[in-house]
């Protein structure tokens, strides 16, 4: 299958860390994905990570890739209210090549 | 230039109107996606093109006509379309091989059908 998983909402207070998480099916992905969407905006690529890494930084986002478990993870470090958006987890398909999005997890940064 | 612009950004059309969407890149991917999107759901994939050519249609009613007249452009053509086709389309681009997958997308187009 090409599954992906997300929780729906998380709600966190302006200056705390956020961690989304992820979980896919499909295990022979080459690299994961993720998207932010403001509102009445497009998706705008934030990070992706490569499947034979574990970890990738940058600036205040951390990935983090679990391949045994299938679990990807985004963690927004300072989180601030422009990080109020929707994210998508995604991967490209292995059979073909499109992207699979998860549903999107609402991310509420109050002030 | 890492932009892919969508016009118009709304647009509002009868059910017996004809009107298109228009989308441009100038990163010179060679892949372009035309997607639907509901409120609070993940995008849906409507139809991919590959060096100019219709590689994926993942049977999109005949109401809505993709065209792809060169390697930068692409246009949705749109005709008798019902209330329910109301959405965000997004347009989208990603280069061939390697991380292949890597879409850039637009700010979309609110469609709204009376």
């Known amino acids: 299958g090409e599954d992906v998983e997300q929780s729906l909402f998380l709600s966190v207070r302006e200056g705390d860390s956020s961690v989304i998480n992820c979980t896919y099916t499909?295990?022979?992905?080459?690299?994961l994905y993720w998207y932010k969407q403001e509102p009445g905006a497009g998706l705008q690529l934030l990070t992706y990570i490569f499947s034979n890494m574990d970890m990738k930084q940058d600036q205040r986002l951390t990935v983090l890739l679990n391949k045994k478990d299938k679990h990807l993870s985004l963690r927004i470090a300072d989180t601030q209210t422009g990080d109020s958006a929707i994210y998508f987890c995604s991967h490209g398909s292995s059979n073909t090549g499109k992207l699979i999005f998860g549903q999107g997890t609402t991310l509420q940064v109050k002030p | 230039d890492t932009e892919v612009t969508q016009t118009p950004k709304h647009l509002v059309m009868g059910m017996t109107n004809k009107k298109s969407l228009k989308c441009e890149q100038h990163?010179?991917?060679?892949?372009m996606y035309w997607y639907k999107q509901k409120a609070k759901k993940p995008p849906e994939l409507m139809f991919v093109y590959s060096y100019e050519k219709l590689s994926i249609n993942e049977s999109v009613p005949s109401r809505f006509s993709p065209e792809c007249p060169n390697s930068s452009l692409l246009n949705l053509h749109l005709h008798a379309l019902q209330p329910e086709d109301s959405a965000l389309y997004l347009c989208?681009?990603?280069?061939?091989?390697?991380?292949?997958?890597?879409?850039?997308f637009g700010q979309g187009t609110r469609l709204t059908v009376v």
């Open positions: 989208a681009s990603s280069p061939l091989g390697g991380r292949n997958t890597e879409a850039f």
């Open positions: 990163m010179g991917h060679r892949a």
């Open positions: 499909d295990s022979s992905s080459t690299y």
